[in-house]
């Protein structure tokens, strides 16, 4: 792959695993902006992908998503219909199609490996950026938090962008994408056994933004 050939050197590269709604979306645009890293939500380029499965089906074709990945930027991905809770669903679908996955993956690539010359490295979040994606990342860290947690935090985001959604649904729909994310064929959401695990449950954004710090601090001399 072309990323290959013009990876910049010497940057930070952090990886972050996760389930659905544990904070590390948060905790990556924290870590992001404190180190200046390119951040990337990997999860919103299957949900990109969902939203033109949903609003385009009659163009929706490998080599029309192609076209659409190639063109992709950071910004293209702060759409708010991406965070609807159908886009969300259908993204856990698109994830099991290996032709989706690769050319998803380049474009991650691209960002972990050579991210503009602005920022000092790069922080990706998603389901297999410390086993498949960035494998050799300078930290590696699996976030999670319990099931009901995760479902409150996620019901509040909602509730607070009027979506009009009951908190038994979005517990439902957590249960399925954790299901969807463990047991599918391609790159299964798991912990690697050189991933820092950290159980965001009881824990403010604040204090587990400071332990993600240390644990950076330590591993790199900025």
């Known amino acids: 792959m072309s990323y290959k050939n013009n990876k910049r050197k010497n940057i930070i590269k952090v ?3 996760s389930p659905a709604a544990a904070g590390a979306g948060t905790q990556a645009k924290l870590i992001s ?67 989706i996955r690769k ?21 990706l979040d998603g389901r297999d950026i410390c086993s498949v994606i ?20 996620r019901y509040k985001e909602l ?12 517990l439902k729909s957590i249960k399925n994408r954790d299901k969807n994310d463990k047991n599918r064929k391609i790159s299964p959401l798991k912990k690697t056994k050189d991933s820092i695990l950290l159980n965001t449950t009881n824990l403010s954004i604040r204090r587990c933004f400071l332990k993600i710090k240390k ?6 001399i900025i």
């Open 103 to 123: 050319l998803i993956h380049a474009f991650q690539l691209k960002c972990a490996y050579n991210p503009p010359k602005k920022y000092t490295g790069s922080c």
């Open 15 to 17: 990886a972050i695993d």
């Open 159 to 170: 509730k607070a962008k009027k979506n009009y959604i009951s908190y038994s649904d979005v």
């Open 33 to 99: 902006k404190h180190y200046n890293l390119l951040q990337l939500d990997t999860g919103r380029v299957y949900r990109y992908v969902a939203n033109i499965k949903i609003n385009e089906p009659n163009k929706f074709d490998y080599g029309y998503l192609k076209k659409k990945i190639n063109k992709l930027k950071i910004k293209d991905l702060e759409n708010k219909k991406l965070l609807s809770d159908k886009v969300a669903t259908v993204a856990s679908l698109v994830a099991k199609d290996k032709k």
């Open 134 to 153: 960035v494998p050799d990342a300078d930290v590696k860290l699996f976030i999670t938090a319990n099931l009901k947690t995760r479902a409150m935090r």
């Open 215 to 220: 644990i950076i601090d330590r591993k790199i």
